[in-house]
C-alpha cells in the first residue's frame, strides 16, 4: 500500500504551532478571530518572509525581464522582495526604485526606451514553495512561537532540534548560489535593491 505524501498547508503549520504551547488544533483559518491563531499566522509569515529574503532557487531568477506599460513605465512585480539591474544587459545603468516603479536617476525619469532585465527574489505563500522549505519555515516558526509564548518550557530544546533537521534537509537541497550572485555587486551602480 502506497501513501501519498503531501506538502504541509498553512493550516497544518498554524496547528504545528499551536501545538507547541499545549492547544488543540483548529479546523480553519477562514475567520477565526482566536487569538493565538492570529499571532501563529504573523510569526510563520515572518519566519516565512525572513528565509525567502535570503534567495534560494525556488525564489529567485537571473536576467528576469521587467516589461513597459502603455507609458513607457516599469513597475515591480508585487511580489518583489529585492531585485538588482542584470550588470550583462545594463552595465552602467543608475535605476532605482520610486513607488514600486523603476526610476531611471541619469535621465530623472520613469520612461525607459526598453525592457529591463533584472535579477530578482520573489515572496511566494507558504503553499507555493517546495515542501522542505515549508517544513523548515514551519518548524523555525514553531520554535519561534514556543519561545515568544513559553520562553522556559522544555518544547523549546524540541523544536530547536527539529528546526535544526529541517534546516539541514532545506539545505540539502535547494542552493543558495543565485543569492551569492545578487549580492556580489556590491558598487554603486547596479547594486541589489532590498525592500
Same mark, same amino acid.
Given at each position: 500500500? #502506497?501513501?501519498?505524501?503531501?506538502?504541509?498547508?498553512?493550516?497544518?503549520? %498554524?496547528?504545528?504551532?499551536?501545538?507547541?504551547?499545549?492547544?488543540?488544533?483548529?479546523?480553519?483559518?477562514?475567520?477565526?478571530?482566536?487569538?493565538?491563531?492570529?499571532?501563529?499566522?504573523?510569526?510563520?509569515?515572518?519566519?516565512?518572509?525572513? %528565509?525567502? *529574503?535570503?534567495?534560494?532557487?525556488?525564489?529567485?531568477?537571473?536576467?528576469?525581464?521587467?516589461?513597459?506599460?502603455?507609458?513607457?513605465?516599469?513597475?515591480?512585480?508585487?511580489?518583489?522582495?529585492?531585485? !538588482?539591474?542584470?550588470?550583462?544587459?545594463?552595465?552602467?545603468?543608475?535605476?532605482?526604485?520610486? !513607488?514600486?516603479?523603476?526610476?531611471?536617476?541619469?535621465?530623472?525619469?520613469?520612461?525607459?526606451?526598453?525592457?529591463?532585465?533584472?535579477?530578482?527574489?520573489?515572496?511566494?505563500?507558504?503553499?507555493?514553495?517546495?515542501?522542505?522549505?515549508?517544513?523548515?519555515?514551519?518548524?523555525?516558526?514553531?520554535?519561534?512561537?514556543? #519561545?515568544?509564548?513559553?520562553?522556559?518550557?522544555?518544547?523549546?530544546?524540541?523544536?530547536?532540534?527539529?528546526?535544526?533537521?529541517?534546516?539541514? *534537509?532545506?539545505?540539502?537541497?535547494?542552493?543558495?548560489?543565485?543569492?551569492?550572485?545578487?549580492?556580489?555587486?556590491?558598487?554603486?551602480?547596479?547594486?541589489?535593491?532590498?525592500?
Amino acid at each position: 500500500m #502506497s501513501t501519498t505524501l503531501t506538502p504541509e498547508t498553512t493550516l497544518g503549520a %498554524v496547528n504545528r504551532m499551536l501545538g507547541g504551547i499545549g492547544l488543540d488544533p483548529v479546523n480553519s483559518l477562514i475567520n477565526d478571530k482566536d487569538a493565538d491563531v492570529a499571532s501563529a499566522l504573523q510569526v510563520l509569515h515572518r519566519v516565512s518572509r525572513d %528565509v525567502q *529574503t535570503k534567495g534560494w532557487d525556488f525564489n529567485t531568477d537571473e536576467d528576469y525581464k521587467l516589461s513597459r506599460n502603455s507609458s513607457n513605465e516599469i513597475a515591480l512585480p508585487k511580489n518583489t522582495i529585492s531585485w !538588482k539591474v542584470s550588470p550583462k544587459n545594463h552595465g552602467s545603468a543608475d535605476i532605482v526604485e520610486r !513607488k514600486r516603479k523603476l526610476y531611471d536617476r541619469k535621465k530623472q525619469s520613469f520612461k525607459f526606451d526598453g525592457d529591463i532585465y533584472v535579477d530578482i527574489i520573489f515572496f511566494f505563500d507558504f503553499e507555493d514553495i517546495p515542501s522542505a522549505a515549508r517544513s523548515y519555515i514551519s518548524t523555525r516558526a514553531t520554535r519561534e512561537y514556543v #519561545s515568544d509564548v513559553l520562553p522556559n518550557e522544555m518544547g523549546y530544546q524540541t523544536a530547536s532540534q527539529e528546526e535544526t533537521q529541517a534546516h539541514a *534537509t532545506f539545505l540539502r537541497e535547494h542552493s543558495i548560489t543565485k543569492t551569492n550572485m545578487l549580492r556580489k555587486n556590491t558598487q554603486r551602480r547596479g547594486r541589489y535593491v532590498h525592500r
